[in-house]
């Protein structure tokens, strides 16, 4: 997890990490700071299942197989329409990819929220 927020902050992106695990969210801070993007990169103890995902433009997700389905059905009613998922190793179940790049376990599939999945909030937002 903690390889991509500090890669998307070296290329100037605010990043942000979820992680239940203290030792990893302490290790990935600390890699933030020896990387020199502590100030871009943050990452937080919490329960992903828990965490809104509304303000995120971007997500990357390493899931499991067995995650997968739920957490599609999750960031299909918090994401915002055009905001871009990269679900690492595993596909999003019955979601189209854009793009997918590698193969085996090192297999990314690129979506983007399309407004038909997205909650009618977000839909409201978009129209100005």
């Not at 990357?60 to 960031?75: A, C, D, P, S």
Request: aromatic residues 10%; neutral net charge; charged residues 20%.
């Amino acid at each position: 997890m903690f390889f991509q927020v500090i890669a998307a902050a070296r290329d100037g992106f605010k990043s942000h990490g979820i992680e239940l695990n203290s030792f990893l969210v302490l290790y990935s801070k600390i890699s933030a700071r020896l990387a020199g993007v502590s100030s871009h990169a943050t990452f937080r103890k919490q329960d992903l299942w828990k965490a809104n995902l509304h303000s995120y433009d971007n997500v990357v997700i390493f899931g499991v197989t067995q995650m997968m389905e739920t957490l599609g059905e999750k960031m299909e009613k918090e994401l915002k329409v055009g905001c871009l998922v990269a679900a690492c190793r595993y596909p999003v179940p019955d979601w189209t990819p854009t793009r997918t790049i590698g193969e085996g376990i090192d297999t990314v599939w690129l979506y983007q929220m399309p407004q038909s999945l997205t909650p009618e909030l977000n839909k409201d937002e978009s129209v100005s």
